[in-house]
């Protein structure tokens, strides 16, 4: 079954909308970001320095190179040897709306189950999986970064790089989550099953803080881009250490198993496209908002056939008003209690918060899987309606509330971690 463009003259309501997809300036004035497709035989870098152009950021999996290039210069350097295609970076923005309350949380208030964990039965997997895997499955959270001493998130925070910029950055300072969205989104797929403020949906996954987004939740195409490759390449940096050609569920390589997206934009970019389905061919399980402009069709990059697009429900299970319709699954997103900077928590709404829920039960699934066999379940694609893929499994096993089968409301419907976990493991 494929996703349907449904037309239709629903009103979008922007709640949060994506920015424009407008050429992104650089960090002067007088030049644009663009990315260069190329053929890597053919392509030659001081050709660029010659019609003034400077080489950002050269990707190591895809065939694409980004470059800062005045703007009469673009013309220039898509006639170039080796250059096939000419994309202008475009902007992709977080999916939130605002906090419910004014003041924070005091600080470290006694932990309670937020309903959305609740819903997803997460809490009915514990006795069989947290997500705990010998460090085997890692949540790459492509974000604004995470509050990385938080309390009820350090422990299960593996590693952490920025992107911003085209500039790839380990430092803590530099991946710190100056917004608030990120740190909320990690809380609901991991935060720490203790005593104090919330409990995630995998309690004892380990997560990659890869932020794509500046402080403000807004990020260049390209930079999420590079955080993608970063999910690949890990920590060490080497996408396959040991050369078996297997870098997802490997114990010998440190790729992330899940990629967790809570943002978006209108632009259809190739390269972008193309560095997701480098992931998805590893193996790679990419979950992102759908988004919240009550649109006919999520957003990209959830609209791509290799991403689990995720709609946002309500305590009563109706579909939140802004979530855009023909995602591929639902799951909580109205009134999302998580952690929040600065050692608290808060309540959000969006898509970008049922997202992690998702993730988070993707994390399960993952981990259950390989602590009994080994290795880990293959992707699979938004038609399967089996239990040998994950995306299968979210198909099957979801709570299906709209038509029977897959609706454009629902989806498949809202996903269960219980039942989920249940199915993988047979």
Not at 239 to 254: A, Q
Not at 403 to 423: M, N, S
């Amino acid at each position: 079954m494929e996703r349907r463009v449904v037309v239709g003259g629903l009103l979008v309501l922007a709640l949060v909308l994506s920015l424009f997809a407008v050429p992104t300036a650089a960090k002067g004035s007088d030049t644009v970001r663009v990315v260069a497709l190329i053929d890597r035989d053919d392509f030659r870098g001081d050709a660029v320095r010659g019609i003034g152009g400077k080489i950002v950021y050269e990707f190591k999996l895809i065939d694409a190179v980004v470059i800062d290039i005045p703007p009469n210069a673009v013309g220039k350097l898509a006639k170039l040897e080796g250059v096939k295609n000419v994309e202008f970076d475009a902007q992709a923005q977080l999916y939130r709306g605002g906090p419910r309350w004014l003041v924070p949380e005091p600080t470290q208030p006694a932990q309670e189950i937020p309903w959305g964990i609740e819903r997803v039965k997460a809490p009915d997997t514990w006795s069989i999986t947290t997500g705990a895997s010998n460090g085997v499955i890692e949540v790459a959270i492509l974000d604004t970064g995470i509050d990385w001493d938080h309390p009820d998130l350090k422990d299960n925070i593996a590693w952490g790089v920025s992107t911003i910029g085209g500039e790839v950055s380990t430092d803590p300072a530099d991946w710190y989550d100056g917004n608030g969205h990120g740190t909320h989104v990690a809380g609901t797929i991991a935060a720490l099953n203790n005593d104090i403020g919330v409990v995630g949906v995998a309690p004892n996954v380990e997560i990659y803080a890869i932020k794509v987004l500046d402080d403000r939740g807004s990020g260049a195409y390209t930079d999420i881009a590079i955080g993608i490759e970063q999910a690949l390449l890990g920590p060490d940096g080497i996408l396959d250490k040991d050369g078996d050609g297997i870098i997802v569920g490997d114990p010998d390589d440190d790729a992330a198993e899940v990629i967790s997206m809570s943002l978006g934009g209108p632009s259809d970019d190739e390269y972008l496209h193309d560095m997701i389905i480098k992931a998805y061919n590893y193996g790679v399980v990419i979950v992102a908002a759908s988004g919240n402009e009550a649109a006919d069709q999520p957003s990209y990059p959830a609209i791509y056939p290799e991403v689990i697009a995720v709609g946002a429900t309500d305590s009563s299970d109706a579909v939140a008003y802004f979530s855009n319709l023909q995602p591929e699954v639902s799951a909580p997103g109205v009134d999302v209690l998580s952690t929040y900077p600065d050692d608290t928590y808060e309540s959000l709404s969006g898509t970008s918060m049922a997202t992690p829920h998702v993730s988070g039960v993707v994390a399960l699934i993952q981990a259950a899987y390989y602590n009994k066999y080994g290795k880990v379940l293959p992707v699979g694609t938004f038609d399967d309606m089996n239990t040998n893929t994950v995306r299968g499994i979210l198909h099957v096993t979801a709570d299906d509330l709209g038509d029977p089968g897959w609706d454009i409301y629902y989806g498949y419907g809202i996903v269960r971690a219980d039942l989920a976990v249940q199915a993988a493991l047979g």
